[in-house]
């Protein structure tokens, strides 16, 4: 395995077991059919637990993207006020699940390479770009950025809440700046590997852990 090193508050196994909605939140031109999404999907099903898992295709538009989620949030919610939850993200969804999780402080959150400033990482991806794993294309267009600056959230909320993934390795988004925005944090630092986490199934164990999956 790529060597890491573990930085942790306390104990960083969720312990109250599998949350009863897991939303699994992919990365910018991602979609459900990646490496990571379709892992996290073999997982739950393994476990005999699918029905806890929800993967959504993200629209490009990040206002949209939330609302999605939200809604579904909304409706689950409504008649289970104490519905557990956690979200995993993945690049641009850890930008979406750390929103998420500040909106409900009763959520874990896992991230996966998350992106920090992602209205500055993805200011050269304006235009139609095809979504990878997918025939499909989206359009990005520039006030999608303001709308993802106006999400940003600088502080945490019960930053033990958090369970951060980081390759030192990373070719798409700097890795000292995701340790550094997750201060106090869980937080698993690899010593390698890259923007994918293309040795996934070496981090898995540690991921299944964070979401109650013992």
Same mark, same amino acid.
């Given at each position: 395995?790529?060597? @890491?090193?573990?930085? +942790?508050?306390?104990? /960083?196994?969720?312990?109250?077991?599998?949350?009863?909605?897991?939303?699994?939140?992919?990365?910018?031109?991602?979609?459900?059919?990646?490496? $990571?999404?379709?892992?996290?999907?073999?997982?739950?099903?393994?476990?005999?637990? +699918?029905?806890?898992?929800?993967?959504?295709?993200?629209?490009?538009?990040?206002?949209?993207?939330?609302?999605?989620?939200?809604?579904?949030?909304?409706?689950?919610?409504?008649?289970? *006020?104490?519905?557990?939850?956690? @979200?995993?993200?993945?690049?641009?969804?850890?930008?979406?699940?750390?929103?998420?999780?500040?909106?409900?402080?009763?959520?874990?959150?896992?991230?996966?390479? *998350?992106?920090? $400033?992602?209205?500055?990482?993805?200011?050269?991806?304006?235009?139609?770009?095809?979504?990878?794993?997918?025939?499909?294309?989206?359009?990005?267009?520039?006030?999608?950025?303001?709308?993802?600056?106006?999400?940003?959230?600088? +502080?945490?909320? $019960? *930053?033990?809440?958090?369970?951060?993934?980081?390759?030192?390795?990373?070719?798409?988004?700097?890795?000292?700046?995701?340790?550094?925005?997750?201060?106090?944090? !869980?937080?698993? !630092?690899?010593?390698?590997?890259? !923007?994918?986490?293309?040795? @996934?199934?070496?981090?898995?164990? /540690?991921?299944?852990?964070?979401?109650?999956?013992?």
């Amino acid at each position: 395995m790529t060597p @890491f090193v573990l930085n +942790s508050p306390g104990r /960083f196994a969720r312990t109250a077991g599998v949350a009863e909605l897991v939303v699994y939140l992919h990365g910018f031109r991602s979609s459900s059919k990646s490496m $990571k999404a379709q892992t996290m999907i073999d997982t739950f099903a393994n476990a005999g637990l +699918s029905s806890h898992l929800w993967v959504p295709d993200l629209p490009a538009s990040p206002a949209q993207a939330l609302a999605l989620v939200e809604n579904q949030l909304h409706g689950r919610l409504q008649s289970r *006020p104490d519905l557990s939850l956690t @979200f995993i993200g993945s690049s641009l969804g850890g930008f979406y699940a750390t929103v998420l999780g500040e909106r409900y402080p009763q959520a874990s959150v896992v991230l996966l390479n *998350p992106a920090i $400033k992602p209205y500055d990482d993805l200011q050269d991806q304006i235009g139609k770009k095809k979504v990878y794993f997918s025939d499909e294309e989206i359009e990005f267009v520039p006030a999608y950025l303001d709308d993802l600056k106006a999400m940003e959230r600088t +502080s945490l909320t $019960k *930053p033990e809440r958090y369970f951060l993934v980081a390759a030192r390795d990373d070719e798409v988004l700097n890795c000292d700046t995701m340790l550094k925005r997750y201060q106090g944090a !869980h937080q698993l !630092h690899l010593l390698g590997s890259d !923007h994918a986490l293309s040795d @996934f199934d070496e981090i898995l164990p /540690f991921v299944k852990l964070a979401v109650g999956l013992q």
